[in-house]
């Protein structure tokens, strides 16, 4: 059931994204946070920012809703429960071309790295 469940939201997520890619990235207390969409994936990416060590990174599909956007979890690097399910985390495109998202309480407001 946890299988098919997986599919259909897969394809609710795929067939319902806004076409709107971009790159984002905010670095606070060392530690720098990259969020790619495109095409209806993501990918959030934390490093550190002085050496670039690798902390932590996940993706998927996203479906972004008025104020909040669920997250199809298919990979995670630090928690692999989260695989399969999906996750609703608050987001929002700003004015400027950032983006605000809060991702399992913490909160992140990241800057535009490239045309959106």
């Known amino acids: 059931m946890k299988f098919l469940t997986a599919i259909v939201l897969a394809f609710v997520l795929i067939t319902s994204v806004e076409a709107q890619d971009g790159a984002w990235a905010e ?3 060392g530690t720098t946070h990259q969020l790619l969409i495109s ?11 002085n050496g670039g060590a690798f902390n ?3 993706g998927g599909l996203i479906k972004e809703e008025e104020g909040n956007a669920v997250f199809l979890i298919e990979f995670c690097s630090n928690d692999t429960s989260k695989i ?4 609703e985390w608050p987001f929002a495109r700003k004015d ?3 983006v605000s998202i809060t991702v399992d309480g913490m909160e992140m407001a990241m ?5 959106n």
């Open 56 to 58: 932590s990174t996940l």
């Open 27 to 29: 670095t606070k207390d």
């Open 111 to 115: 800057t535009s790295i490239g045309e």
């Open 96 to 98: 400027d071309g950032g």
């Open 84 to 87: 399969g399910f999906p996750q």
């Open 39 to 49: 095409n209806g994936a993501f990918s959030l990416t934390s490093y550190q920012a």
